[in-house]
């Protein structure tokens, strides 16, 4: 099976500009995610969606971020406008749903983004 | 809310010995599952092995198995006959058992801030 595609690969703007990532999830997964991860931090929860709804959103910087999940497959993160912490990859993850255990989490390989 | 321990920034070892990761976390929780995760450098974090709570048998995959000790809220991951391959980051990842709502799906995952282990050919 395809696995979870994003794009671009790297980004690199100024601060202050905004910036725009997209996730298409494995097929048939109802469950997507967006983590970032800063260097040398493990990675942090953004966002869960199920299907196109929003589940878990609370440590997302709203003033900033936003998220969106159109007909529940793909998804664009967005960044406007940029600061410097915001240098990080962003993980887009997805999973069937429903028990954890039966469900597993498969990632893609992320986005780098450089905020000069 | 949860939170994941890994004491070891950096660790590395001799192809083929074996070297064990360090894992501790801290929940209220009674059901739970636990997850190692591999970062090599193309930053696709992959699933190493894992742990449903319940289970008193630690699990294993091939080279890799866990000593989870549920009361001391540990979960250390040992990769015996190490290869070149296993150099990456390693993150130990929490994530409660059951959503509040199936129609929820599942639950978030929980990182800790990972392990770079290197093995020296």
């Known amino acids: 099976e395809a696995g979870v595609a994003q794009s671009p690969r790297y980004k690199i703007i100024e601060k202050r500009q905004s910036v725009a990532f997209w996730c298409n999830p494995i097929?048939?997964?109802?469950?997507l995610y967006w983590y970032q991860q800063i260097l040398g931090q493990g990675p942090k929860l953004l966002i869960q969606?199920?299907?196109?709804?929003?589940?878990?959103d609370s440590q997302l910087p709203k003033d900033r971020f936003s998220a969106e999940r159109l007909k529940g497959v793909d998804s664009t993160l967005k960044i406007q406008p940029a600061k410097l912490e915001d240098s990080a990859v962003y993980l887009c993850?997805?999973?069937?749903?429903?028990?954890?255990?039966?469900?597993?989490?498969?990632f893609g390989n992320g986005t780098r983004l450089t905020v000069t | 809310a949860q939170t994941v321990t890994q004491s070891q920034p950096e660790m590395s070892v001799q192809e083929a010995e074996t070297v064990t990761l360090s894992c501790t976390y801290d929940?209220?929780?009674?059901?739970?599952?636990l997850f190692w995760y591999k970062q090599p450098p193309s930053r696709q974090m992959i699933l190493v092995i894992r742990?449903?709570?319940?289970?008193?048998q630690n699990a294993t995959e091939n080279r890799f198995s866990v000593n989870f000790q549920k009361a001391a809220k540990s979960f250390s991951l040992k990769i015996s006959d190490s290869q070149l391959g296993d150099t990456a980051m390693y993150f130990c990842?929490?994530?409660?058992?059951?959503?509040?709502?199936?129609?929820?799906?599942?639950?978030?995952?929980?990182f800790g801030t990972g392990t770079r282990l290197t093995i020296i050919p």
């Open positions: 993850a997805s999973s069937l749903g429903g028990s954890s255990y039966n469900s597993p989490l498969h």
């Open positions: 097929s048939g997964h109802a469950t």
């Open positions: 969606f199920q299907n196109n709804g929003v589940v878990d």
């Open positions: 929940t209220s929780e009674n059901n739970y599952y």
């Open positions: 742990q449903e709570a319940y289970k008193q």
């Open positions: 990842a929490f994530m409660k058992s059951f959503p509040l709502d199936p129609n929820f799906g599942n639950e978030k995952l929980t």
